[in-house]
């Protein structure tokens, strides 16, 4: 049986055809791209939300698309242990849907941000870094107004090893 993953399309989205390439061409997974109102998780192994500016982030960044029926469906997936990846956009869509504990703020130069940054890796427990050491570095692409993570509950997350990257300098220093 060969893995299939849904990466969901919204209005607004982009990075959802780049999200297919790499699934299909370097993984080597099936992926399909999915209207947000079509997506059935019973059809799938696995969900990735893209970057974007779903639903054109009026009110705030993901809240829109945080009560679209894709979203309950994703939950089911995340109840039965099915990987659930939001990236960029998606990540603010599955923190206003409250997957994670917290919110995304604003940056803190209250401007739009758009530079490659450093993230050193803190699990490699998961599905999208089972590869990696803990300690690696990567690099890559941010582009966002509303990147800022805060909770309250950070000890909490930490000791639940629930923290998979942290912004480092390149030595991979916090």
């Known amino acids: 049986m060969s893995i299939r993953i849904a990466v969901i399309d919204f ?6 055809l780049d999200a ?13 791209l999915v209207w947000h109102n079509h997506f059935k998780e ?9 970057g974007g500016f779903s639903f054109g982030d009026y009110l705030r960044a993901g809240i ?4 679209s029926p894709a979203i309950e469906e994703a939950r089911i997936m995340l109840k039965d242990g099915r990987p659930v990846i939001g990236i960029c956009n998606g990540f603010q869509i ?24 450093n993230l050193r890796v803190e699990n490699n427990q998961t599905a999208f870094t089972n590869k990696m050491k803990i300690g690696d570095v990567i690099d890559i692409p ?16 930490e000791e639940n090893n629930q923290i998979v990257f942290r912004y480092s300098t390149e030595q991979g220093e916090l």
Request: negative net charge; proline residues 4%; glycine residues 6%.
């Open 142 to 157: 941010i582009a966002h107004g509303e990147g800022r993570f805060y909770t309250d509950n950070l000890k909490e997350l």
């Open 20 to 32: 297919i390439h790499v699934l299909n061409n370097v993984v080597n997974v099936r992926a399909d």
């Open 11 to 16: 209005p607004a989205s982009n990075c959802n």
């Open 94 to 117: 599955l923190t206003e849907a409250e997957f994670l504990p917290g919110a995304l703020l604003q940056n803190e130069s209250l401007k739009f941000v758009c530079k490659w940054i």
């Open 64 to 67: 829109i698309a945080a009560h």
């Open 42 to 50: 019973s059809n799938y192994d696995g969900v990735v939300l893209p």
